[in-house]
């Protein structure tokens, strides 16, 4: 068999870029409303953070799409490239497959997400959480003492927790939107 043709994808990256405006959207309100951050602020922190997990997300699918199986490979290239699975032997499995892959995808973004908006906010020097205990009150030190929790733990869990948040939403609104491709743009008309 002779050399293949390069092939440009270009439904896959219109639909990527679709994918990291609406993400970027969405988290820029989480952001936004969860962190008490401005209009700018957040849109910028949502796309650059955005841009870093696609940007390190196709480069680790382009160096592990080479070492997996070629039947996944197939399914792999026919989906991007038709927007449908292949008949063979894995297509059964792939509705886990690509349950895992989903999970641990979210899981990995979220990780991603998480130590680039510090990294960002830390070199703009807008990283808020607290690092020196301030004087507190008996109130505080008996409620504090109670819960076990510090005031740079309850600062550095809120401030993870709303990463979690926008990141939850971007893949909700993503998987929505590849339903919508799936069955609605793909019906017969």
Same mark, same amino acid.
């Given at each position: ?44 922190? +949502? ?7 696609? $940007?390190?997300?196709?480069? +680790? ?7 997996? &199986? ?12 038709? &927007? ?19 999970? $641990? ?23 808020? $959480?607290?690092?020196?205990?301030? &004087? ?54």
């Amino acid at each position: 068999m002779g050399e293949l043709e390069p092939v440009l994808p270009l439904k896959a990256v219109i639909f990527q870029i679709m994918f990291l405006l609406v993400a970027t959207a969405l988290e820029a309100m989480v952001l936004r409303q969860k962190l008490l951050l401005g209009y700018k602020q957040s849109v910028r922190y +949502a796309a650059a953070i955005n841009l870093l997990t696609v $940007v390190v997300g196709w480069f +680790a699918f382009l160096a592990i799409e080479p070492l997996i &199986d070629a039947r996944l490979q197939a399914q792999v290239i026919s989906y991007v490239l038709f &927007d449908h699975l292949i008949n063979n032997t894995l297509k059964p499995q792939m509705g886990w497959i690509i349950l895992v892959a989903g999970l $641990v995808a979210f899981f990995m973004t979220l990780i991603l997400k998480l130590k680039g908006l510090e990294l960002i906010m830390r070199a703009l020097g807008t990283w808020s $959480v607290p690092s020196q205990p301030r &004087d507190l009150s008996r109130q505080e030190r008996y409620s504090r003492s109670r819960t076990g929790t510090t005031q740079h733990q309850q600062a550095a869990s809120q401030f993870a927790i709303a990463v979690l948040q926008a990141n939850a939403l971007s893949f909700s609104a993503i998987f929505l939107l590849l339903v919508m491709r799936s069955y609605i743009l793909r019906s017969p008309a």
